[in-house]
T-cell receptor, first 112, second 117 residues
Framework: TQLLEQSPQFLSIQEGENLTVYCNSSSVFSSLQWYRQEPGEGPVLLVTVVTGGEVKKLKRLTFQFGDARKDSSLHITAAQPGDTGLYLCAGPGGTSYGKLTFGQGTILTVHP | GAVVSQHPSRVICKSGTSVKIECRSLDFQATTMFWYRQFPKQSLMLMATSNEGSKATYEQGVEKDKFLINHASLTLSTLTVTSAHPEDSSFYIC?????????????FGPGTRLTVT
């Protein structure tokens, strides 16, 4: 079973600060996804990274896939209260088509 | 595109009754749908994988007779919680993988909050 270790589990920061969330594994993944979930709603796909060393930017969010495709990071610049939520990394896992393995999640709280 | 809906969004039922939750892919066909359970401030816990036209595959520790899954078409899967008890209260989320996609991405429904009294 491929496992994804996500850290930190909780992150509480002030508006304007920068932060990084990490997603690590001992296994190689063909791709990794990052999701954001707000309370009472389903996760929303932010990005999929596929190529080792790949960097993708989504406004103030920067996603990186490790060269060996075993890890990924999410960096948020100048965090805003609207960034508050649960961030999840996930990668293909198991034999079923489309089955995902999820990290434990990072709860981010950005205080105004 | 890639919208998944769930109905109902919230449901309150009495202990011992059954509750059905629907999951629909609105603008794509999904050969495979997934059902998750989520506890507060925790990640998603996969319950079962639902394939159109075949029996669902349940994760270890999930009672298949309690959580009945039916995947009647390429756009609809249902989860029925039978003889619900207060410990079944949770947030249930479904997701679907587009039939024509890469197979690596899932699109999630908005979730259903079940409260058993």
């Amino acid at each position: 079973t491929q496992l994804l270790e996500q850290s930190p589990q909780f992150l509480s920061i002030q508006e304007g600060e920068n932060l990084t969330v990490y997603c690590n594994s001992s296994s190689v993944f063909s791709s990794l996804q990052w999701y954001r979930q707000e309370p009472g709603e389903g996760p929303v796909l932010l990005v999929t990274v596929v190529t080792g060393g790949e960097v993708k930017k989504l406004k103030r969010l920067t996603f990186q896939f490790g060269d060996a495709r075993k890890d990924s990071s999410l960096h948020i610049t100048a965090a805003q209260p609207g960034d508050t939520g649960l961030y999840l990394c996930a990668g293909p896992g198991g034999t079923s088509y489309g089955k995902l393995t999820f990290g434990q999640g990072t709860i981010l709280t950005v205080h105004p | 595109g890639a919208v998944v809906s769930q109905h109902p969004s919230r449901v309150i039922c009495k202990s011992g009754t059954s509750v059905k939750i629907e999951c629909r892919s609105l603008d794509f066909q999904a050969t495979t749908m997934f059902w998750y359970r989520q506890f507060p401030k925790q990640s998603l816990m996969l319950m079962a994988t639902s394939n159109e036209g075949s029996k669902a595959t349940y994760e270890q520790g999930v009672e298949k007779d309690k959580f009945l899954i039916n995947h009647a078409s390429l756009t609809l899967s249902t989860l029925t919680v039978t003889s619900a008890h207060p410990e079944d209260s949770s947030f249930y989320i479904c997701s679907a993988t587009p039939r024509d996609g890469s197979g690596d991405e899932q699109y999630f429904g908005p979730g259903t909050r079940l409260t058993v009294t």
